[in-house]
């Protein structure tokens, strides 16, 4: 089976390279903005023409959130306009698709962890992109899986994990924001359980369930608590103050509240979901590792 994933480079991208060693039955194709320009119709027909992928893991995303408010046309390409192309294309093969989109569809006023039928609001460019994205899979091609996560971080790229390390050996004390509550994401956990979603529906076609579904890690964090979580579990001395999200002004609204229900993709593929600070914990371990 041949699974084509995009956005490559990214940090979802880069945690199902390091998964993909486990499944040497399948053929990755992993692709970039370098490599495919999924923006353009005629490139991604004729890369399926070539390939013939028989599974897409779209990952590719415009991710700079500020930027985005006065990068619009590029945040559209690659948001909103891709995952559709894609989603067309993949019709048009028999292939099937997997979209990752994001909590930013909401605008964070709730007060209760958001299902998949909750009302979408987005405040910025990004959120707004993100879920004109999502519109134009289901618009495309109705068998699309869209998977929202949120807080994603790893390894890889620049995340906020990686920010408090480095900030964390530079200096003594942090202000950090407590007002804004959500789940970190691990990206190794996102990508293992797209992969046993798949291995699922590779033995039995009708347990790819199409739609769209939550997916973070369990358990309910502000930033302020993990930062400190950060600094606890790699022994750095830096002291975290927590502060209101209005002492730290952004181009972009984040959403305040942004914790997602996992119950439907827990129960429809039947998925384990380590709670935040245990993979912190790894992602930690392996950063250590590296250097």
Not at 72 to 83: F, G, S
Not at 103 to 116: I, T
Not at 187 to 207: F, H, V
Request: net charge neutral; charged share 25%.
């Amino acid at each position: 089976m041949k699974l084509l994933v995009t956005g490559a480079y990214g940090q979802l991208g880069n945690e199902l390279k390091e998964l993909a060693p486990g499944f040497p039955h399948w053929q990755f194709i992993f692709t970039d903005v370098d490599t495919l320009d999924i923006t353009e119709e005629n490139y991604v027909q004729t890369f399926f023409e070539i390939n013939k992928p028989e599974i897409v893991i779209n990952c590719a995303a415009y991710t700079a959130v500020d930027k985005a408010e006065s990068e619009l046309e590029t945040a559209w390409k690659v948001n909103a306009k891709a995952p559709g192309l894609l989603a067309k294309v993949a019709k048009k093969h028999g292939s099937q698709i997997i979209h990752i989109s994001t909590d930013y569809v909401f605008d964070g006023e709730a007060c209760l962890p958001y299902s998949e039928t909750d009302q979408v609001n987005p405040n910025g460019v990004y959120g707004k992109t993100k879920l004109e994205g999502e519109q134009n899979c289901l618009k495309e091609n109705p068998h699309v899986l869209i998977i929202r996560t949120s807080w994603l971080y790893s390894a890889f790229g620049n995340n906020f994990v990686k920010t408090m390390l480095k900030l964390g050996n530079e200096k003594k004390e942090l202000n950090v924001v407590f007002n804004q509550v959500g789940t970190p994401t691990y990206a190794a956990d996102l990508a293992g359980a797209i992969l046993l979603i798949i291995q699922d529906s590779e033995k039995e076609r009708e347990k790819f369930v199409p739609g769209i579904y939550h997916y973070s890690n369990e358990g309910v964090a502000s930033w302020y608590d993990f930062a400190n979580a950060v600094f606890e579990i790699s022994r750095l001395n830096c002291q975290v103050k927590p502060v209101l999200s209005n002492e730290f002004p952004t181009q972009a609204k984040r959403p305040n509240f942004s914790v997602l229900d996992k119950s439907k993709i827990k129960n429809t593929f039947r998925l384990k979901i380590p709670f935040w600070r245990e993979s912190l914990g790894i992602c930690l371990k392996k950063l250590e590792k590296i250097g």
